[in-house]
T-cell receptor, first 114, second 115 residues
Framework: KAGVTQTPRYLIKTRGQQVTLSCSPI?????VSWYQQTPGQGLQFLFEYFSETQRNKGNFPGRFSGRQFSNSRSEMNVSTLELGDSALYLC?????????????FGPGTRLTVT | AQSVSQHNHHVILSEAASLELGCNYS??????LFWYVQYPGQHLQLLLK??????LVKGIKGFEAEFIKSKFSFNLRKPSVQWSDTAEYFCAVNRRTGGSYIPTFGRGTSLIVHP
């Protein structure tokens, strides 16, 4: 079974620009969660999508948004980039239902904002 | 707000030493507990999990963790570490809300094992 894939793996953007990151979950998984990982803050939960609906949301500004498609693939968008948005963005997929589900993480997208 | 504290940010050990990494959380409701590991250059992967039942759980590669409800703790242990255990370790707590779970991760502990 193929794992979680994220594209692109590396990205360099300028302040004020916007960026879209993509995540393809494990086949059959309906939940996709996004995290921001930084050395100082660790992993912080951005949001979770389940069956094309945002089910949970972390404490991030509205510049961070996402969506999920009918095939469960998900995209995350960050508008008006700031220097502090430089981070590793991780996507995790899971079944998203029933008993507490395990999450399977992708390799991440390394975003650098200059 | 729910928080997860990992007390040791950096741990350096020699091979064969015993390991214990602390994890405490602040939420009092129903929680599910996890330890994840991130080896250098690799994906974050699940080490072990606690949902219910026996509070002593065993994971991969000889790791185990004990859930102590009264102390809101879920410490990770390994009796004898190896050089290959060098990695970053994250404790995570899933708090149940409605029909889903909201995850909170600790800031991570960097473990370096010297051969």
């Amino acid at each position: 079974k193929a794992g979680v894939t994220q594209t692109p793996r590396y990205l360099i953007k300028t302040r004020g620009q916007q960026v879209t990151l993509s995540c393809s979950p494990i086949s059959g998984h309906r939940s996709v969660s996004w995290y921001q990982q930084t050395p100082g803050q660790g992993l912080q939960f951005l949001f979770e999508y389940f069956s094309e609906t945002q089910r949970n949301k972390g404490n991030f500004p509205g510049r961070f948004s996402g969506r999920q498609f009918s095939n469960s693939r998900s995209e995350m968008n960050v508008s008006t980039l700031e220097l502090g948005d430089s981070a590793l963005y991780l996507c995790a997929s899971s079944s998203g239902q029933g008993s507490p589900y395990e999450q399977y993480f992708g390799p991440g997208t390394r975003l650098t904002v200059t | 707000a729910q928080s997860v504290s990992q007390h040791n940010h950096h741990v350096i050990l020699s091979e064969a030493a015993s390991l214990e990494l602390g994890c405490n959380y602040s939420y009092g409701g129903t929680v599910n507990l996890f330890w994840y590991v991130q080896y250098p250059g690799q994906h974050l992967q699940l080490l072990l999990k606690y949902f219910s039942g026996d509070p002593l759980v065993k994971g991969i590669k000889g790791f185990e963790a004990e859930f102590i409800k009264s102390k809101f703790s879920f410490n990770l242990r390994k009796p004898s570490v190896q050089w290959s255990d060098t990695a970053e370790y994250f404790c995570a707590v899933n708090r149940r809300t409605g029909g889903s779970y909201i995850p909170t991760f600790g800031r991570g502990t960097s473990l370096i094992v010297h051969p």
